[in-house]
């Protein structure tokens, strides 16, 4: 399944960017992103973008934390 990955399409790609990055997964190291000068540059200007919003809104969390804290107040029955 991973031997496709370097056959998506920039779309395909794409589309599956902002999950990949919400998971954590190292994207440079991402097959497509190797053979594909177009997504590198697009990745980069989103993480220029990032940055820019963590420097700018410094107090908001990472949306995996807050999702934890709704998890934990779920689990604890509040
Ligand atoms: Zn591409």
Known sequence: MNSDFSKMSCAE???RMAELIGSGEDLTAHPHLRDC???RALLADLK?????AR???PSVEPPDEVWEHIESAIKRGD
């Open 13 to 15: 790609f794409q589309d």
């Open 55 to 57: 420097q700018l809104f």
């Open 37 to 39: 000068a177009d997504c």
């Open 48 to 52: 220029t973008i990032a940055e820019a």
